[in-house]
T-cell receptor, first 113, second 113 residues
Framework: DTGVSQDPRHKITKRGQNVTFRCDPI?????LYWYRQTLGQGPEFLTY????????KSRLLSDRFSAERPKGSFSTLEIQRTEQGDSAMYLC???????????FGSGTRLTVV | GESVGLHLPTLSVQEGDNSIINCAYS??????FIWYKQESGKGPQFIID?????DKRQGQRVTVLLNKTVKHLSLQIAATQPGDSAVYFC????????????FGSGTQLTVLP
């Protein structure tokens, strides 16, 4: 196991297109988080899953955003009808049961043109 | 709203000197604080954490100090090395069930040869 994996690393898309990102957490971690990071800022919480259940969503997560974790393992984050303001780094993180700290992936950098 | 913020956006130090990065937080109910290091193109990497019932914690070359009276955190890096050049964030862990992180905007540390 090499940590949290995210795919793709970079995505350039035209405004109005849909995009989907994938996150593979550390296998024994039951919690999975999505954060968004814009240039020069710290990451901001979007949503999290405990196993397959999505338990909390930030107000940042508009209805164009949807996240899934169907089998409690990998997760996908989809953005529909992308806007230029969606350009950011999307970070995934996972934590083990009992919470012993986050492990972040390297992120997916989205550029909407 | 509640936030975690940093005093200085950039810090330059000579190789071998000690570095001190400061952070102010506003949520007095926070019980857990974490420092992260983020290199270009990578996700945040855990450095050290501290619980609110402590005022100091030491790791390898790093020390975190917590002053709850003035809601201030600092990260001290001893004998700073070129590999320490990165953006450093303090983050506050929510006490709710989500255990989400609230990050500050970061300090860019540059180590000069």
């Amino acid at each position: 196991d090499t940590g949290v994996s995210q795919d793709p690393r970079h995505k350039i898309t035209k405004r109005g297109q849909n995009v989907t990102f994938r996150c593979d957490p550390i296998s024994e971690h039951n919690r999975l988080y999505w954060y968004r990071q814009t240039l020069g800022q710290g990451p901001e919480f979007l949503t999290y899953f405990q196993n397959e259940a999505q338990l909390e969503k930030s107000r940042l997560l508009s209805d164009r955003f949807s996240a899934e974790r169907p089998k409690g393992s990998f997760s996908t984050l989809e953005i529909q009808r992308t806007e230029q303001g969606d350009s950011a780094m999307y970070l995934c993180a996972s934590t083990p049961p009992g919470f012993h700290g986050y492990t972040f992936g390297s992120g997916t950098r989205l550029t909407v043109v | 709203g509640e936030s975690v913020g940093l005093h200085l956006p950039t810090l330059s130090v000579q190789e071998g000197d000690n570095s001190i990065i400061n952070c102010a937080y506003s949520n007095s109910a926070s019980d857990y604080f974490i420092w992260y290091k983020q290199e270009s193109g990578k996700g945040p990497q855990f450095i050290i954490d501290i619980r609110s019932n402590m005022d100091k914690r030491q790791g390898q070359r790093v020390t975190v100090l917590l002053n709850k009276t003035v809601k201030h955190l600092s990260l001290q890096i001893a004998a700073t090395q070129p590999g320490d050049s990165a953006v450093y964030f303090c983050a506050e862990l929510s006490s709710g069930s989500a255990r989400q992180l609230t990050f500050g905007s970061g300090t860019q540390l540059t180590v000069l040869p």
